[in-house]
């Protein structure tokens, strides 16, 4: 049993790496996987630092539209339920919705039903 979950961590942890290879769709997959958990963008020369291939316009305008696509999603959950969750927000939806850091801050300041001061 040990062994299936230390290989579900593996994997896990895999998705969220930069691609090691000049497919378009895997570094737009790498951006969306990177938007809808929240992430912050990481730009075209953060990327050159993570990969060791080249990160070509192409590649970047495809990580970037997987980005778009990701953070839309995750934008669209509630961020009450998100900070009661205690989950991180990085400000990643602020300009779609400028009410979302608030929300996400009053459902923060609740633990189990008593507000924190």
């Keep these: 049993m040990k062994y299936y979950l230390l290989l579900a ?3 896990a942890g895999c998705s969220s790496q930069a691609p090691m290879s000049d497919d378009s769709n895997a570094w737009q997959n790498y951006g969306f996987e ?3 958990t929240g992430q912050i963008e990481l730009t075209i ?3 050159k630092e993570q990969s060791e291939h080249a990160i070509t316009d192409t590649l970047y305008t495809s990580y970037r539209d997987g980005y778009v696509a ?3 999603q995750y934008c669209s959950q509630d961020p009450y339920e998100l900070g009661i969750r205690h989950r991180p ?3 990643v939806c ?3 919705n400028p009410n979302f850091g608030d ?3 009053q459902g ?3 633990d189990d039903g008593i507000m924190m001061d």
């Design 103 to 105: 929300r996400y801050r």
């Design 45 to 47: 020369a953060e990327l």
């Design 94 to 96: 602020d300009d779609m």
């Design 89 to 91: 927000y990085r400000g």
């Design 9 to 11: 961590g593996l994997l």
């Design 108 to 110: 923060d300041a609740w």
């Design 70 to 72: 990701g953070v839309q």
């Design 34 to 36: 990177q938007g809808k």
